[in-house]
């Protein structure tokens, strides 16, 4: 395998016809670019495999966060989130430039942007746990945005101000819709669980669940132990994970249930060994 190959796709930006210009050297295209920065501007921007509007959505970006764009054709930006790496297609109509830089997130499960500071108003979007926001004022209970509108203060906190216990941020996403590709309070999938809830923990964490098996924790020797688990370990299948609640209760998005649900971690086991296999691994944070 040469050295370009053994670079993921998802992570880093290159085609055979156009490369981030970090990459020069290290990949082989027609081209190489700098990059321009972009924010999202809607609730939720689905990242796409190709640029079609009935592409598979490999992931989302939420609002505030900034989308590295490498081409724009058409409709369609091809670059990398800047918070996870991951590299697909978005909307033109999605972005925006300049970026104004974070001063707050969203630790809320959900809340709302308001055209005034005042809750009987009709609310302009839903904003998402981990949504990024540029706040520029007070007004009694709410803030204003750099770029408008208001948030209840409340639901917010600062950039730089994390939670301590991710299983309890992914608790709150109990009975949430199962999404493939999502990481959005409306829909999400197993990775988007793991992840959503470290981001608010301040724990880095990569989109797909290879990706996670492969960075997060420390492996546990047997992966067929379950007398072992405890609150916080990660269980991961091929193609599936999930968080211990407790040591005998297992967390995660599945589309088994269709939603984010709690049940007996010897159940799953049991039901997802006939479809995925056994327990690839237990990793501790």
């Known amino acids: 395998m040469t050295k370009a190959q053994s ?7 290159y085609r055979a016809d156009l490369a981030a210009a970090y990459l020069r050297g290290e990949v082989e295209a027609d081209r190489f670019v700098e990059s321009q920065d972009f924010q999202v501007t809607t609730p939720r921007a689905p990242l796409l495999r190709r640029a079609e509007v009935h592409a598979p959505m490999d992931t989302e970006l939420l609002f505030g966060e900034t989308f590295r764009v490498y081409e724009t054709e058409g409709d369609w930006c091809w670059g990398q989130s800047v918070h996870d790496d991951y590299v697909g297609y978005v909307a ?21 942007l308001y055209p005034e500071p005042d809750i009987k108003t009709r609310p302009a979007m ?4 981990n ?27 600062k950039i730089d101000t994390y939670a301590t216990d991710f299983v309890a941020v992914a608790e709150e996403f109990l009975g949430v819709p199962y999404l493939w590709g999502g990481r959005d309070a409306r829909g999400l999938d197993c990775s988007g669980l793991v992840q959503m809830s470290l981001e608010r923990c301040g724990i880095a964490c990569l989109r797909d669940t290879d990706l996670q098996e492969a960075t997060l924790g420390e492996k546990l020797p047997d992966p067929q132990n379950l007398g072992v688990l405890r609150r916080g370990d990660l269980v991961f299948w091929r193609g599936h994970v999930g968080i211990m609640s407790d040591p005998e209760t297992l967390l995660h998005a599945n589309a088994t249930h269709m939603r984010t649900v709690k049940e007996p971690i ?13 327990v690839t691994s237990i990793k501790r944070l």
Do not use: C, W
């Open 7 to 13: 670079l993921d796709k998802r992570l880093n930006p």
């Open 131 to 157: 949504a990024k926001l540029a706040v520029s004022a007070a007004e009694g209970k709410f803030v204003e945005l750099a770029g408008g509108g208001y948030v209840v203060s409340s639901h917010l906190s």
């Open 92 to 112: 033109v109509k999605l972005l925006q430039k300049p970026v104004a830089a974070a001063t707050h997130r969203v630790v809320s499960l959900r809340t709302f």
């Open 266 to 278: 010897v159940e799953a086991v049991s039901r997802i060994d006939k479809s995925d296999g056994p």
């Open 126 to 129: 839903p904003l998402s746990m």
